[in-house]
């Protein structure tokens, strides 16, 4: 291989860390200890259930899975990631928005008045036939996107290979491919999508929890759409790993924004 990545004694480069003391229960003390298992932001949060949450911070007097569950920490982490999103889609709008678009000159021709009737005009009944199964239905435009997207899979992929693995030597840093089915989903045309992708790693041996990748970027919807994260050399251990997407669409329009979000979790990874 032509680049040589850092092992886990260099922890992965840190991704966007969001403020979690925005979080109504949330304080210094929990943001470190959840900075310590490699949670920095409000897609990690969500991708976690309470019982995660808790165990990760186990050891603050009071933070069980039902107080998480009372005060709401994973919805209010889902609003808060999804106004983080926005905030980049915002930018993308704005540079569009400076990029001048020729005029568009809409031509109306105007009905000629009707002629003044002065004989009765018998009914015109159509002939029956199949010009009945011809008549134009009404097209709804589409204003947001519509649908549910669906993340079909999640390969991990030996770094400088092409083909997905899931059992690797240790030392063996490893990228991780996702497939975002979007065949569900109508949106405007033209219409783009921003992205946040995040993977992180969930032991089944009991090691902690480790931030694995996060890439973010702008794409076209197609049916199938391919996201590329770079991740990391993980210790010896049997993993699962889990993914999460949140789209936003990119529009010209000021209206509201509606955040898509798909997840996953993988087969068995094996470090051995």
């Known amino acids: 291989m032509s680049e040589e990545r850092s092992d886990t004694s260099r922890s992965l480069e840190q991704p966007d ?5 925005l979080i109504n229960g949330i304080g210094i003390a929990v943001e ?31 933070l069980s899975a039902e107080r998480i569950i ?3 920490w994973i919805g209010q982490a889902r609003k808060l990631a ?37 004989e009765p005009v018998p009914p015109i009944v159509a002939p029956p036939g199949p010009e009945e199964d011809q008549i134009p239905q009404p097209v709804v435009a589409i204003t947001e996107p519509i649908g549910v997207p669906r993340l079909s899979q999640i ?37 783009q999508f921003s992205y946040r992708a995040s993977i992180y790693s969930k032991s089944l041996e009991g090691h902690s929890r480790q931030a694995v990748g996060e890439t973010s ?32 669409p990119m529009t010209t329009e000021p209206t509201p924004q509606s955040s898509l979000v798909a997840s996953k979790e993988s087969d068995l990874l094996l470090i051995f």
Do not use: W
Not at 17 to 21: H, I, T, W
Not at 110 to 118: F, K, M, S, V
Not at 163 to 187: A, F, H, I, K
């Open 82 to 118: 999804s106004k983080s999103v926005s905030s980049e889609a915002q930018e993308g709008i704005e540079a569009l928005a400076e990029v001048e678009a020729p005029p568009v000159v809409v031509e109306l021709e105007l009905a000629a008045p009707a002629a003044e009737i002065t």
């Open 155 to 191: 390969e991990t992929v030996p770094a400088g290979t092409h083909t997905p693995q899931n059992c690797l030597p240790y030392g063996q840093p490893l990228d991780v491919r996702l497939t975002l089915d979007l065949s569900d989903v109508r949106v405007p045309n033209d219409t």
């Open 70 to 72: 009372k005060q709401g």
């Open 217 to 248: 970027g702008i794409f076209t919807p197609t049916d199938k759409v391919t996201v590329g994260i770079e991740g990391i050399v993980l210790p010896k251990d049997t993993y699962r790993l889990k993914a999460m997407v949140i789209l936003n």
């Open 32 to 62: 470190d200890r959840l900075h310590d298992h490699g949670i920095y932001t409000f897609a990690q949060l969500v991708a976690l259930s309470p019982a995660d949450i808790a165990a990760a911070i186990a050891g603050l007097a009071g």
């Open 17 to 21: 860390r969001d403020d979690l003391k």
